[in-house]
């Protein structure tokens, strides 16, 4: 089992910065991919970005390109997402997620998720 924990959530005006932070507990070793997805009122979740944790490879959502970066510290077991040049359409509840081995881009394919944190952008 693995448990995750996001932080980092909050309101913003249009054009600025938060940084999401998703920590990993419990069963860590071995390959994981970690993703992070959103999902606004009245919409599906969607992916937002996702890494796999041994090769550093990323994913990030046409929507988010240039904008959110995703990284991760294995050593703090903790992926992050740098989200910039906010937008009010990025206003959703914003989920960590966990799987082992590669990255998909399915909400579906992931088996852990955290609880979820609030991130309201302004105009």
């Known amino acids: 089992q693995v448990q995750l924990v996001e932080s980092g959530g909050g309101k913003v005006q249009a054009g600025g910065s938060l940084r999401l932070s998703c920590a990993a507990s419990?069963?860590?070793?071995?390959?994981?991919?970690m993703g992070w997805f959103r999902q606004a009122p009245g919409k599906e979740r969607e992916i937002v970005a996702a890494?796999?944790?041994?090769?550093?490879?990323?994913h990030d959502a046409q929507s988010v390109k240039g904008r959110f970066t995703i990284s991760r510290d294995n050593a703090k077991n903790t992926v992050y997402l740098q989200m910039n040049s906010l937008k009010p359409e990025d206003t959703a509840v914003y989920y960590c997620?966990?799987?082992?081995?590669?990255?998909?881009?399915?909400?579906?394919?992931?088996?852990?998720w955290g609880q979820g944190t609030q991130v309201t952008v302004s105009s």
């Open positions: 997620a966990a799987k082992t081995g590669a990255v998909v881009l399915r909400a579906s394919g992931y088996d852990y």
């Open positions: 419990g069963r860590t070793s071995g390959t994981y991919s």
């Open positions: 890494i796999n944790l041994s090769s550093g490879y990323t």
